[in-house]
DNA sequence: TCCATTTTGACCTTCTTTGACTTTAATTAT
DNA sequence: ATAATTAAAGTCAAAGAAGGTCAAAATGGA
């Protein structure tokens, strides 16, 4: 239990947090040692918990004295609804990957904590009792329709 | 005599009361050794004595660090709420009855007007994307588990 | 005996961790 | 200036570490 690239993930996120323009500036391999885990398990975190779809960007720059920054984006709600909708519910999605798209958008308090469980309670596997190709779509509409709520007036 | 699988449901209760959330977090595979069983006997048991039924929530996670997570619902006897997990949520569920039910639960103030547009969004027919007598069988495990949140001590 | 429940095991899926190899940039030596 | 060296970061696939599923076999009570 406590997974490394969990405790990672925290790290960074109290980091970017404490920052002045959330944004920071890391070298892998420093942070790797600190953590004592593989250079390249930092790269794992950086994919799977602060890419684009979790409000986050990533520049670095390699060689000597190269790091990697991450950056919290500012977003405006619709339009980051509006590029999930269309660009990552397209197709089929995994429950992590549904996951941590409504643990984003509960970051950024476009809803609420319990609205987030809710969502994610619907995204869940046990409730999707098929085969295992469709599942993962039905969870891609799913989601779709429920951010597609948020989108409306008055909503 | 003294079904193993017994032992291990007792074992697990008498934990859920003594923890402060009503809520476990155990490892499958430590447990299964601890009580010399298969491990997939741990899943029958879960299966049959913490199903939501039975007051009960499961939650897990697989890979490194992976666990399964054991949440006792709140079951208040003489509540609406209670009422519509028994009578109505026993089988599958149809778009209009779980329509019927996610209203009610909202003129009952259990959920606001948003959260039961985000719940009709869940449970609508152009999600979920299966043969026809799946879909009212995964409707009614979806409005199920949605409905677990709300039965989830601290909220 | 018969049927429902329990137990087991083989195989599957998901997520994390590691490491060998690659690419890029800066520094140093020629 | 150019080449060689060093110091980063990137990629990708394999290994490892969990939990899930399903059906057959075993068990036990009516």
């Not at 779809?53 to 405006?76: A, C, F, H, P």
């Not at 609420?112 to 599942?135: F, G, H, T, Y």
Request: neutral net charge.
């Amino acid at each position: 239990m406590a997974r490394i690239s969990d405790l990672i993930e925290d790290f960074l996120k109290t980091l970017i947090q404490e920052s002045v323009e959330e944004s920071i500036e890391i070298q892998r391999n420093e942070l790797a040692k600190f953590f004592d885990c593989s250079p390249s398990q930092i790269n794992y975190v950086l994919m799977t918990r602060f890419n684009f779809n979790q409000g986050y960007m990533i520049e670095s720059q390699r060689g000597g004295g190269g790091y990697i920054k991450i950056t919290r984006l500012i977003v405006d709600k619709n339009s980051f609804l509006q590029h999930i909708i269309k660009e990552e519910l397209k197709h089929s999605l995994t429950k992590s990957e549904a996951n941590r798209i409504i643990s984003a958008l509960m970051e950024y308090q476009f809803i609420s904590n319990r609205e987030a469980k809710i969502m994610q309670a619907a995204v869940d596997d046990n409730a999707l009792v098929a085969p295992l190709n469709l599942k993962d779509q039905i969870r891609g509409n799913i989601l779709k329709n429920m951010l597609s709520v948020l989108l409306k007036r008055e909503g």
